[in-house]
């Protein structure tokens, strides 16, 4: 198939390289000079796992360009992913996709066969059939599944796998105005994702909605597990793993994202509630459980900080392990970590940070207020409680004994996912999240 993928960000290039390894004919069309410059040098301008090998293998059917039209005039599929920015009432603005339309209309006008545009990006319930559908109609003097086909066909992936995400889908799901559209767009998926998925296809407002709902659920769990270590905290002897472990076994809940630690971040998560929330209010209804989700959420910083504050001395340093949003990645958008460290510095505590991907990203949100360690030993040295912020089994593998030498002699060791629960850790005072104390 030929597709032209507009939007070459941090998921788009990932998609359209995976399309293209593939066997697709992929144009990827940006409007940011330095990325095409980057690509053309056939060189990656993005940081994500497992890229670079995997456009190593799309090269010879992947090109560049930043003419939109000529892209669409060459291809069968368009596929849209820009972005979609959060508005103030938390909806999503559709400015970016409706500058791609207006873009490509005039090819599409003259352009004979069918050709199908796709939408990728995150937006509200009805912006297809309200917005978008009639803006190509009204430019193009052509009608909907019967000249043109449209699909709504958003991704369900995650920043650090995005490329596993995708071609490993449990569900891909397709909102489309018309059978052959949607089975085209199928069919491109078919011949590309590594699994055997569910294709869920439906209306193009059932898509939308889908979309919103699947991240909010997802959520819900998240901030449920967080809800439930905080309960533990205060129970002598409870375990949240154990707990959350017996749950998860019943097939009606699931292991996934049940696991109390920090809350969701990221460039998805948070907004896609508040869009829940907003698409409520647009069309009368008041969400009652999204909101509580959210307070959750937000409420677990402070109960880190009330944690460590409640253990060591006032304005003692604080070496905080593990800053990005998840682990594998360098975002840190709504990072609970960085969210901490922000408390910390205002409640006059020094910050000593260390992460191995994530360092400069937080260097730019809080400038020269903390101490940037290029090794967690050197994050550690001197201070009185070493946090750890990440989900990553890698911190078993440290040197103990040396981080016991650097920090303060008793040490408050603060583990948010309790991955050094049971291994020998020396003399520090040991307090796993979610667990309560005897």
């Not at 006008?109 to 559908?133: L, N, W, Y």
């Not at 449209?150 to 995708?166: H, K």
């Not at 967080?226 to 292991?255: F, H, M, T, W």
Request: aromatic share 8%; hydrophobic share 45%.
């Amino acid at each position: 198939m030929r597709i032209s993928f507009i939007g070459l960000g941090k998921l788009g290039l990932c998609s359209a390289a995976c399309f293209a390894a593939k066997g697709h004919s992929v144009i990827g069309v940006d409007s940011n000079p330095a990325v095409l410059e980057t690509l053309r040098a056939r060189r990656s301008p993005i940081e994500e796992n497992g890229l670079e090998d995997l456009l190593a293998r799309a090269w010879d059917n992947l090109s560049c360009e930043e003419d939109a039209a000529d892209a669409v005039s060459r291809t069968d599929v368009t596929m849209i992913i820009v972005p979609t920015p959060s508005l103030e009432d938390g909806s999503f603005a559709t400015g970016y996709v409706e500058t791609v339309l207006r873009q490509i209309a005039p090819v599409l006008t003259v352009k004979r066969g069918f050709h199908v545009v796709d939408v990728v990006s995150t937006v509200m319930p009805g912006a297809c059939e309200q917005t978008f559908i009639p803006l190509l109609e009204r430019l193009t003097g052509k009608t909907r599944g019967r000249d043109f086909g449209f699909v709504y066909n958003p991704e369900f992936i995650a920043l650090g796998s995005v490329i596993r995400d995708f071609l490993h889908p449990d569900i891909v799901l397709i909102g489309a105005t018309d059978e052959r559209s949607g089975n085209i767009v199928r069919e491109v998926y078919a011949s590309t994702v590594e699994s055997e998925p569910r294709y869920a296809m439906m209306s193009l407002i059932n898509a939308e909605i889908a979309k919103l709902s699947l991240n909010c659920f997802v959520t819900m769990k998240i901030s449920f597990a967080n809800e439930l270590a905080a309960l533990c905290e205060k129970i002598p002897g409870a375990d949240v793993d154990a707990v959350s472990d017996a749950l998860g076994a019943d097939s009606r809940v699931g292991r996934k994202y049940l696991k109390g630690g920090l809350g969701f971040g990221g460039p998805c998560f948070p907004r896609d509630n508040l869009a829940f929330q907003a698409a409520g209010r647009i069309f009368g209804y008041k969400p009652l459980l999204s909101p509580q989700v959210v307070a959750v959420n937000r409420a677990v910083p402070e109960r880190i900080f009330a944690h460590i504050l409640s253990s060591i001395p006032a304005n003692a340093p604080v070496a905080l392990l593990g800053l990005s949003y998840k682990r594998d990645t360098h975002i840190v958008e709504e990072s609970q970590a960085v969210m901490l460290a922000e408390k910390l510095l205002s409640e006059g505590f020094t910050v000593r940070l260390y992460d191995p991907r994530a360092l400069e990203a937080v260097r730019k949100r809080l400038g020269e207020s903390a101490v940037y360690c290029s090794s967690p030993y050197e994050a550690a040295e001197g201070a009185a409680c070493i946090a750890l912020l990440a989900d990553d089994p890698e911190f078993a593998a440290f040197d103990w004994p040396r981080f016991e030498r650097a920090a303060m002699p008793g040490a408050l060791l603060f583990d948010a996912w309790r991955v050094l629960r049971g291994r020998d850790i020396g003399n520090f005072t040991y307090l796993p999240l979610g667990m309560g104390i005897r």
